[in-house]
């Protein structure tokens, strides 16, 4: 199943890189504007305010989240085996998009699968349009994400969460044991994320978790579009189905930790 979500994306890449020349003019001129910019207010000041702002959100919202009575019982687990939850692990992306930018680089996986086939392609000289040129700087991006493999493995292996599911219980219980349903739904929604990703100008680590903090005016509108249309989405494929979802996750035990 990784393999064939990996391969989704790596096809989005390269359709990606086939219409760029079109998808690259789609919006106009590409211009880099803040809100501190449209506010007229310094940098500082705004992100102060809106890093409180956030904060103040983001534990009221935790405090009412009814997903969190499937965590009951976590914290008798050990550490790498449970949910660390929102706080701890929000911290340690901020060092790592700290350290990232400190080296003067940018923490983007679409951007980095964008690279790392940039260096296939470059292996077997082929060049690609929205790459013209492979550098240091791209091969970070494509190290980057192939260390990301190892990382999961050793997190789910420490976690003791590896299963050999060829099909999640969710998925399951809504559409079927049907291997090849599953498949064609992570491989096209890989190409489609990627796609989607490049041409909007990142993903959810570069345009949202690197981006906002930027005060982009351009990042915020991607993050509220991820998350958006990962909404919608969810209720177009479980359409129906929220007692189903309900029950399985009851029955599972299923959280951000094991699911």
């Known amino acids: ?42 940098y500082g000041y705004v992100a102060i305010a809106l890093g409180i702002i956030f904060l103040a959100l983001s534990f009221f919202l935790n405090s009412i989240d009814p997903a969190k009575k499937f965590d009951r019982g976590q914290e008798k687990q050990p550490l790498l085996r449970r949910e660390w939850g929102w706080l701890p692990t929000g911290i340690i992306a901020g060092l790592m ?23 296939i392609a470059d292996f077997f000289g082929w060049t690609m349009q929205s790459v013209p040129a492979v550098s240091d700087n791209t091969a970070w991006r494509a190290m980057l994400i192939l260390g990301v493999f190892p990382g999961a493995f050793l997190s789910s292996l420490l976690a003791n969460t590896i299963k050999q599911e060829k099909v999640t219980p969710l998925f399951q219980a809504a559409f079927g044991n049907r291997l090849y349903l599953r498949l064609a739904t992570v491989f096209i929604g890989g190409v489609l994320m990627i796609v989607g990703a490049l041409t909007g100008g990142g993903c959810t680590t570069g345009a949202f978790m690197s981006g906002w903090p930027t005060l982009s005016i ?3 509108a991607m993050g509220m579009t991820f998350f958006g249309t990962a909404m919608l989405t969810a209720h177009i494929l479980y359409f129906r189905r929220y007692r189903l979802v309900h029950e399985v996750k009851e029955k599972e035990r299923l959280n951000l930790a094991n699911d």
């Open 97 to 119: 998009i700290f350290i990232t930018t400190a080296q003067g680089q940018y923490l983007s996986f679409s951007g980095s699968f964008l690279a790392l086939g940039a260096h």
């Open 218 to 220: 351009g990042s915020f």
């Open 1 to 42: 199943m990784i393999f064939t979500a990996v391969l989704g994306l790596l096809t989005g890449v390269y359709v990606y890189d086939t219409f760029f020349p079109a998808l690259s003019e789609l919006g106009g001129e590409q211009r880099f504007i803040t809100l501190s910019m449209v506010m007229d207010i310094r």
